[in-house]
């Protein structure tokens, strides 16, 4: 059974930093793509970043330059650090793994991240 578990998340001010993680199951991990997604209030559902098998990254033109997605294989983990925080990143961030050749798609139950002005 898949599962992801995000963790991490919290209140910060504006200006400080803030590491989500996401604990995966061992299985096919390092196959397959992760990302972080995010909601906030009233808005739809958006992608902040991506990360492919092989490390290849995509981000969101919002978070460039402010946010940091990876992964550990070895530990079946994938990051999310976020620096230079802004009130407009609160939202729940959500984790999600896929594998678009299959048609995996898994999303974990979110983590609240608050950024007070």
């Known amino acids: 059974q898949v599962q992801l578990v995000e963790s991490g998340g919290g209140l910060v001010q504006a200006g400080g930093s803030l590491r989500l993680s996401c604990a995966a199951s061992?299985?096919?991990?390092?196959?397959?793509?992760m990302g972080w997604y995010r909601q906030a209030p009233g808005k739809q559902r958006e992608l902040v970043a991506t990360?492919?098998?092989?490390?290849?990254?995509n981000y969101a033109d919002s978070v460039k330059g402010r946010f940091t997605i990876s992964r550990d294989n070895a530990k079946n983990t994938v990051y999310l650090q976020m620096n230079s925080l802004k009130p407009e990143d609160t939202a729940v961030y959500y984790c999600?793994?896929?594998?678009?050749?299959?048609?995996?798609?898994?999303w974990g139950k979110g983590t609240l991240v608050t950024v007070s002005s």
């Open positions: 061992k299985r096919f991990f390092s196959m397959h793509y």
């Open positions: 999600r793994r896929f594998y678009p050749p299959n048609g995996i798609d898994y």
């Open positions: 990360i492919t098998s092989g490390g290849g990254t």
